[in-house]
């Protein structure tokens, strides 16, 4: 089986083109692909398949073999995949995900790929969408959650997968190893959450730290980054275009007039290969 490997931002996928023939068991795949040791390396695979209602299909999996509805920094990868190997001749096409059809579009300059720009459709914002428990029909913004015995303020979003974002004094230094496994797992998100700690730096800069849901922490991640500054937003921290600093590199995020996330940043090629496994 052959493999392209990529990262955004340190967020790293094995994608497999599977428009051909698809694995008996893509969660299992997915575990022992990601494996550091003892399969390629990797925080999720991306999977291509053809659609009947957009030019693409993605599915992503995480490290654990669980099936995420969408990964930001992913299909920034799976997009630059389809224009730089020619699947695609257009700089703009649609992705179908389980958050829906998203519309990435290839940044060139004289020709060169710089980056890749993706409308991230519409956050969700009731507590029934996220999903977060006891929310229905309002908001999660600001509300109280218990970790350890030390109360947090979370504001939920969805971008299609759930998140948690937490406002810290100091995002650099915040025990995510100790603390991430029980935000993920806590008794408010039936679907469990990615939670982001999130320390504000000024209207239009944060600092960003993740745990992702599956994957445990990861040097960055796009969704997050998308639901960081709609939080950012929720709470007037932060204005509705911001730079998002990550451990692995830099995103732009904006939350348009027109309700839609637009996330920017780079996706590169690291290596190919061909998966006995
Ligand atoms: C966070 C993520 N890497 C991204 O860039 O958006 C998505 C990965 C999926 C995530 N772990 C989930 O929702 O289960």
Not at 15 to 36: G, M, N, T
Not at 178 to 192: A, C, D, S, V, W
Not at 226 to 243: Q, S
Request: glycine letters at 10%; proline letters at 4%; one cysteine or more.
């Amino acid at each position: 089986m052959k493999f392209t490997k990529w990262q955004g931002c340190g967020n790293d996928f094995v994608l497999i083109d599977c428009r051909e023939q698809e694995p008996e068991d893509y969660a299992a795949l997915s575990q022992k692909v990601c494996d550091r040791h003892y399969g390629i390396g990797a925080d999720g695979i991306l999977v291509v398949l053809p659609s009947a209602k957009a030019d693409f299909r993605m599915r992503i999996f995480n490290t654990d073999g669980s099936e995420a509805e969408m990964c930001g920094n992913g299909i920034r990868c799976f997009a630059r995949y389809l224009y730089d190997y020619k699947l695609t001749s257009k700089t703009e096409f649609t992705v179908e995900t389980g958050a829906g059809i998203l519309v990435p579009k290839i940044i060139l300059d004289g020709g060169k790929v710089t980056g890749v720009q993706v409308d991230m459709g519409e956050p969700h914002l009731l507590g029934e969408e996220i999903p977060v428990v006891g929310f229905d029909g309002r908001r999660v913004i600001a509300e109280p959650i218990t970790v350890e015995g030390k109360t947090y303020a979370m504001t939920a979003v969805s971008m299609g997968n759930p998140h948690c974002v937490v406002f810290v004094d100091d995002a650099e230094n915040f025990p995510i190893e100790e603390l991430g496994t029980q935000f993920e797992h806590h008794e408010f998100f039936p679907r469990k959450t990615n939670t982001e700690f999130v320390e504000v730096k000024d209207r239009s800069h944060v600092r960003m730290r993740v745990w992702e849901r599956g994957a445990a922490i990861t040097l960055a991640c796009g969704t997050g980054s998308c639901a960081t500054v709609v939080a950012g937003v929720l709470n007037d921290k932060i204005d509705r275009k911001a730079e998002v600093q990550l451990d692995g590199g830099k995103l732009i995020v904006e939350w348009a007039a027109n309700n839609h996330v637009f996330m920017t940043g780079p996706a590169e090629l690291v290596f190919t290969g061909e998966w006995n496994g």
